[in-house]
C-alpha cells in the first residue's frame, strides 16, 4: 500500500473535528497563549528609557523567549494526548484496523496539532508586536523590531513545534495514562528550547549563520522523528492492550 496523502488529510479532518469537542483541547489552547503574553507584555512595558543597553536586550531576549514556551508546551500537551487519550475513549480501535499506515496515521494527527499551534503563536507573537509599537518606549519598541528578534520567533516557532509533537506523540503511544504522558512529554520537550535560551543570553553569540545553521539541525531532527516514531508505533499493543 503505497503512501496516501489522502488518508493524511482524513485523519487531519478526523483530529481538528475531535478537538472541537474536547474540553481539554479548548481549554490549553485558550489559557496557554493567554498565560504566556502576560509576562512579555508586562515586562516591555515597564522597561523605561534610562536602561542600560545590554539590560534591555537581555529583557527583550527574556520576553521573547518566553514566547517561545507556547510552540514548546502547546503542541506537547496536544500531542501527548493524541494516542493515549483516544486510547482511553475507546475511539483508537477502530481507526487503526482500517488500511492506514502508521506513517500516514502519524503525519494526519501531528499536521492537526501543528496547524493550531501556529495561528496560535503567530497571533500571540503578532499581539506582543502591536502592543510594542503602540504603547512600549521608542527605544524599546525598536529593540523588540530588530531583525535577529524576529527572525528567531518566525524560524523557531515551528520547529520547535514540529520537536515537541514527535516527542509527545512517541510518548502517547507508549503511555497509559494521559497525565503521565503530558508531564513526561513537557519535560521533553524543552532540550531545543535551552539552546535558543543560550542565544537569547547572548552566552552563545548569535548569528543569522549560526540561526539558519541550528534550524537546518532541528529540521533534520524533526524529520527523522517521524521515521523513528512510526517505526516504534505498535498497532497491535495498542488494538488488544497487550502491555508487553
Known amino acids: 500500500m503505497t503512501f496516501s496523502w489522502t488518508r493524511v488529510g ?8 475531535d478537538y472541537r469537542h474536547n474540553r481539554f483541547v479548548i481549554m490549553t489552547m485558550a489559557m496557554l497563549p493567554l498565560i504566556f503574553i502576560v509576562v512579555p507584555t508586562i515586562e516591555i512595558l515597564t522597561i523605561n528609557a534610562t536602561v542600560s543597553s545590554s539590560k534591555l536586550d537581555t529583557r527583550i531576549g527574556l520576553a521573547l523567549l518566553y514566547m517561545l514556551l507556547i510552540p514548546a508546551l502547546l503542541p506537547s500537551a496536544l500531542a501527548s494526548y493524541s494516542v493515549v487519550g483516544e486510547r482511553e475513549q475507546g475511539t483508537l480501535e477502530p481507526v487503526l484496523i482500517t488500511p492506514i499506515r ?22 500571540v507573537f503578532g499581539v506582543f508586536l502591536a502592543v510594542a509599537e503602540l ?51 513537557m519535560f521533553a520537550s524543552l532540550p531545543p528550547l535551552a539552546v535558543v535560551a543560550l542565544m537569547s543570553e547572548n552566552v552563545i553569540t548569535p ?17 527523522l522523528a517521524w521515521w523513528v516514531v512510526a517505526k516504534m508505533f505498535d498497532r497491535e499493543r495498542l488494538v488488544t492492550g497487550n502491555k508487553t
Not at 502508521?102 to 497571533?123: C, N, Q
Request: glycine letters at 8%.
Open 207 to 223: 548569528s543569522l549563520g549560526l540561526a539558519l545553521g541550528l534550524a537546518a539541525a532541528l529540521l533534520l531532527i524533526d524529520g
Open 10 to 17: 482524513a485523519i487531519f479532518r478526523k483530529e481538528i473535528r
Open 102 to 123: 502508521s506513517t500516514e496515521f502519524l503525519l494526519g494527527k501531528a499536521f492537526a496539532v501543528l496547524l493550531p499551534t501556529l495561528v496560535i503563536a503567530y497571533a
Open 135 to 185: 504603547f512600549a518606549h521608542p527605544a524599546v519598541s525598536a529593540a523588540v523590531f530588530e531583525r535577529s528578534h524576529v527572525l528567531t520567533q518566525l524560524l523557531f516557532t515551528p520547529l520547535l513545534a514540529g520537536w515537541s509533537i514527535w516527542v509527545g506523540i512517541a510518548i502517547s503511544s507508549r503511555a497509559s495514562d494521559v497525565r503521565v504522558a503530558q508531564q513526561i512529554g
